[in-house]
């Protein structure tokens, strides 16, 4: 069974929306970034999905702490203080098959619970534990704003859809 391309196009979003600056997808998709980057052109902020050949370069030059995100890890509850103030973080997530150079090549390899669950799911909770709640400054230049309500749906904005 193929992967669901969905769920690429999920990550991104999640990551977006929880704090995350970039994502790095291998191999690349020119479609699904082109799609997220007109959701961020709409809903503000700089996140882009930028496509790479070989995810070891990225992984070999980024200059910060790479964490593998993978149920076999540390629990994240340990891994954490580690983290917090200590620079920019890569968080890598596998896909269909992860290959085993990965658990070498990270600095950090973290679980999210020891049991298995999704990318996205481990993704969304490690940028909550590191970031906090979203706050609006991350979405500067935003054509579309949500305006929470405790019924129903209020966008405000140009050319704002429901
Ligand atoms: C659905 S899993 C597939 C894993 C793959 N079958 C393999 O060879 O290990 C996809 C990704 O979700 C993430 N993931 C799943 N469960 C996790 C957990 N408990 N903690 C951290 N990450 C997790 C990992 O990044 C994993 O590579």
Do not use: C
Not at 47 to 61: H, I, K, L, N, Y
Not at 82 to 95: D, F, K, M, W
Not at 100 to 111: E, F, G, K, S, T
């Amino acid at each position: 069974m193929g992967r669901d391309p969905r769920l690429t196009t999920h990550l991104a979003l999640t990551a977006r929306a929880l704090g995350a600056e970039r994502m790095f997808l291998e191999p690349p998709d020119p479609a699904l970034a082109e799609r997220v980057a007109r959701i961020s052109a709409a809903w503000g902020g700089s996140f882009a999905v930028e496509g790479v050949d070989d995810w070891r370069s990225v992984v070999r030059q980024f200059p910060g702490t790479v964490v593998h995100l993978t149920m076999y890890g540390e629990p994240l509850e340990r891994v954490l203080p580690r983290l917090e103030g200590s620079g920019p973080v890569l968080l890598v997530v596998g896909g269909a098959k992860v290959p085993p150079n990965l658990y070498r090549a990270a600095d950090v390899n973290a679980a999210v619970g020891s049991q298995p669950h999704s990318e996205v799911a481990a993704v969304a909770v490690v940028l909550d534990r590191l970031l906090g709640a979203p706050d609006g400054k991350r979405f500067r230049g935003a054509r579309r704003r949500i305006v929470p309500q405790a019924r129903g749906k209020k966008v405000v904005g140009a050319g704002s859809r429901r």
